[in-house]
């Protein structure tokens, strides 16, 4: 089970940090993610980490948003700043979790948090 939160208002050229915690039967997170899902717009990948490799983003957010991941407590972060009315959507968190070694990974999605940025 993923819960999302920190989201909110904020003016443009603010910051908010959303944070996404896992619980229930965790052997790993092999990614962690956060989406996104403005009004009338199809939900788009946001920030990816890995459990190998390093973290990618889209060109929309780079510069401006850092994804970090704490594995022990299975709690990743998203950093945002300088944000502007366009970044404005629900950001959902996401993972690919093994509940027990040698299981494959399942895919699970938080309940969405709402981000607004105004003008």
């Known amino acids: 089970q993923l819960q999302a939160s920190g989201g909110g208002l904020v003016q443009a050229g603010g910051s908010l940090r959303l944070s996404c915690a896992a619980s229930?039967?965790?052997?790993?997170?092999?990614?962690m993610g956060w989406y996104r899902q403005a009004p009338g717009k199809e939900r788009e990948l946001v920030a990816v980490?890995?459990?190998?490799?390093?973290?990618r983003y889209i060109d929309s957010v780079k510069g401006r948003f850092t994804i970090s991941g704490d594995r022990v407590k299975n709690t990743w972060y998203l950093q945002m700043t300088s944000l502007k009315p366009d970044d404005t959507a629900v950001y959902y968190c996401?993972?690919?979790?093994?509940?027990?070694?040698?299981?494959?990974?399942?895919?699970?999605w938080g309940q969405g948090t709402l981000v607004t940025v105004s003008s």
């Open positions: 980490l890995p459990s190998a490799g390093s973290e």
């Open positions: 996401n993972a690919g979790v093994q509940s027990q070694r040698f299981f494959p990974s399942r895919n699970y």
């Open positions: 229930g039967s965790i052997f790993s997170i092999n990614v």
